[in-house]
Structure formats: C-alpha cells, structure tokens
C-alpha cells in the first residue's frame, strides 16, 4: 500500500491534460464543417448527373390497351 501512496499523485496529474484552447478547436470545427459540405457537394453532383441520365432515356411508350368505352 505504501508503494502506491507515491505513485498516486503521479498518475492523478497525467491523467490530467489542458483543454485544447478556442483556436484549436475552432481549426477543428471548421475542418470539420468544410469535410461534411465537400461531400454533401459530391452528394448533390451525383443526383445531378442521374438525374441527367435517367432524363436522357427514352419516354415510356403508351399502353396498348384501348382506353374503356364509356358506354355510350
């Protein structure tokens, strides 16, 4: 037990560490931010371009099915 009485301090001040300061975590954030905007970008770029391709396709043709006679 007393081999642990000295150590103890040791361990309670490594263990603790400063804060990172405002700047720091701002770089971060802001990294951060522009990392999830470049791949909403890509998102957005892509639905583009499907949507470019699937508007090049050619239209559906029309049912053969001759429209319901009204009975008339």
Known sequence: MRAIVPILPLLLLAACQDEPDFDTRYDKAVEAIDARAKAMDADIAEAERAAA???????????SNAAASSGE
């Open 53 to 63: 391709t699937a508007s090049d396709l050619p239209d559906e043709s029309p049912s």
